[in-house]
């Protein structure tokens, strides 16, 4: 697992850590989340949420990974939807 993580961060090091980034993102806000039930503070954790997507996007194409990219195009895609409908 070491060998790994030593391999990625020297072939791609700015891509390792947007991906560390978006991971913790990723973390904080599904924490927050759980914290805060039933009331979450949603007009916070939306965007946050979202760029961490956009950064993991970024990170997927940059990869090469069709799938993880659409996934995460999708989550921003349908987390926007649901900011737009709680901001209306």
């Given at each position: 697992m070491y060998d790994f993580f030593v391999t990625d961060y020297r072939s791609h090091r700015i891509r390792f850590v947007l991906e560390s980034i978006a991971w913790s993102i990723s973390i904080s806000c599904a924490i927050a989340m759980a914290v805060t039930v039933p009331n979450p503070p949603?007009?916070?954790?939306?965007p946050i949420w979202m760029i961490g997507c956009l950064i993991a996007a970024g990170c997927a194409?940059?990869?090469g990974?069709?799938?993880?990219?659409?996934?995460?195009?999708?989550?921003?895609?349908?987390?926007?939807?649901?900011?737009?409908r709680m901001l209306l």
């Open positions: 949603l007009l916070i954790l939306y194409y940059s990869r990974s069709f799938w993880l990219f659409a996934n995460y195009l999708i989550l921003t895609l349908i987390d926007s939807i649901g900011l737009i």
